[in-house]
């Protein structure tokens, strides 16, 4: 009666003595084979390999090397009682293998068709990635989000803890921006928080945080930076962007920025430092724009 069942199931069979010969199989392991069973009972698990790898069949082999392939099969074909593992085939199909070992040293190979499986878990994998990328990115501007930049900075400042250095937040707001839409439209506000962005973000360094923490406010938090080149460093942006228009669609968008900075040691909160430099910032506000102003 099992062996009517073995022979019905669409999960492959097959048995492999301890000279590694295939000794039995079913049907759905003949077909997995591209091979009538009676012309792989009898072979070794070497010959079929070869015998698919030749065809361009079976598994698919990474190194493209068949005989560094076999030589690692061989080396973990009954080095355990029991082995489960996925392989995926040249034509594309995904199977779960599960090997069994006796104590005669015979091999019980089944192989179970999961492609459906694996191609909706690579869409899951892909959206969780595309989600959790969304969660932490600003769509506009492509830089880091309100979140994204509050994360980076905590596990910074958490990394920097006990390091006994200077870290820098500079909050900036870009000046008189309402007018900037009222005058030339939404969509070209839009396209300047792009420009500002590209013109703070080429002049930071790789390790420096960049984030858009508001409408039109970014952020950025300088590891490691001291007050005097922190303020050399945001100045220079503030000066870059004032003699940077923007020119689009036959329109130049002067634009400029106010900046509050703050300079602590690491033990510092993330809190602290925004406290701070938004109270700098009001201060470039209220003492006229376009400067930037140390807390
Ligand atoms: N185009 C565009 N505008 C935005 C966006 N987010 C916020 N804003 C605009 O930014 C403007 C901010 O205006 P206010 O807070 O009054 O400040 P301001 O005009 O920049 O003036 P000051 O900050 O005092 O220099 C508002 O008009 C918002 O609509 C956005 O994503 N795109």
Partial sequence: MINEFIELSQDGYGIYDQDDILIFCNSAFAELNYHPKEQLIGRSFEEIVRLNYSNGRGAKIDSKDVNAFLHYAHKMRRSRPFRIFEVDFMDGRWYLFSEQVNESRFLLVQMKEITKQKILQGGLENTLEKLSELALVDELTGCANRRGFVNSVENELKRNRHAG???????????????????????????????????????????????????????????????????????????????????????????????????????????????????????????????????
């Fill in 165 to 295: 250095t200077y870290s820098t937040m500079a909050l900036i707001d870009l000046d008189l921006f309402k007018k900037v839409n009222d005058e030339f439209g939404h969509q070209i506000g839009d396209a300047a928080l792009q420009h500002v962005t590209k013109l703070a973000t080429t002049q930071l360094r790789q390790y420096d945080i960049f984030g858009r923490v508001g409408g039109e406010e970014f952020a950025i938090f300088l590891r490691n930076t001291d007050q005097e080149i922190a303020f050399n460093i945001i100045n220079r942006i503030r000066e870059q962007i004032a003699a940077t228009p923007l020119k689009i669609n036959g329109h130049t968008v002067f634009l400029s920025i106010s900046v509050g900075l703050v300079t602590e040691d690491s033990k510092a909160s993330f809190e602290q430092l925004y406290t701070k430099s938004d109270f700098a910032l009001y201060k470039a506000k209220a003492l006229g724009r376009n400067q930037v102003q140390q807390y």
